[in-house]
């Protein structure tokens, strides 16, 4: 199964990103109760490319987790994933389903 859970952006910036601590814990709380876990993050760069920022690298809670990147520097948006594994970038296919 897959599951979005949207969080609001308690940076209130354009640029940063920290995920809200109540939408998350609320996430992670549902997810239990369906018997899942969470496995990823998706975020956007508005002015940048889809490449995790050393804030994202620095800020990547979980080894485990896919970090999605959505670009919207251009007219077209451009999607990449990564995991971020040590401070290690590492890209990896995305398959649309």
Known sequence: AAVYYPCHNTAKS???YTIDPKDHLLSERDADDQGFELNGVVHSHTHSEPYPSPTDVA???D?????VIVS????DPEVRSYRIIDGE????????V
């Open 72 to 75: 919207l520097k251009t007219g």
């Open 89 to 96: 970038i590492i890209s990896e296919p995305i398959s649309v």
């Open 63 to 67: 080894p485990s987790w896919h970090y």
């Open 14 to 16: 354009a640029r940063v």
């Open 59 to 61: 800020a990547a809670p």
